[in-house]
Nanobody, 115 residues
């Protein structure tokens, strides 16, 4: 079992920055990749960024150059640094942890970008 707890969401003006954190606990040795997804009202959940156990990163085209995913292996924590935020980035952001058998999800954290 893996538990994921997100933090760092909030309200920010367009052009501002936020940093999300996702702390993993439990069977963290089984995690092979972690990522951030988001879901806006009326839309499907979409991948924002992901990082593999080897450190390879992937980004959605809409956030490239603005968002950075990183990790602190010692703390079992993944971060999403979000810069130059836009109103269209408004969504609930979910942390995802992938193992060979299951995907795990955090409870989500709201990010609201005002224009």
């Amino acid at each position: 079992q893996v538990q994921l707890v997100e933090s760092g969401g909030g309200l920010v003006q367009a052009g501002g920055s936020l940093r999300l954190s996702c702390a993993a606990s439990g069977s963290t040795f089984s995690i092979i990749a972690m990522g951030w997804y988001r879901q806006a009202p009326g839309k499907q959940r979409e991948l924002v960024a992901a990082i593999s156990s080897g450190g390879t990163t992937t980004y959605a085209d809409s956030v490239k150059g603005r968002f950075t995913i990183s990790r602190d292996v010692a703390k079992n924590t993944v971060y999403l640094q979000m810069n130059s935020l836009k109103p269209e980035d408004t969504a609930v952001y979910y942390c995802n942890g992938v193992t060979r058998s299951l995907d795990y999800w955090g409870q989500g954290t709201q990010v609201t970008v005002s224009s």
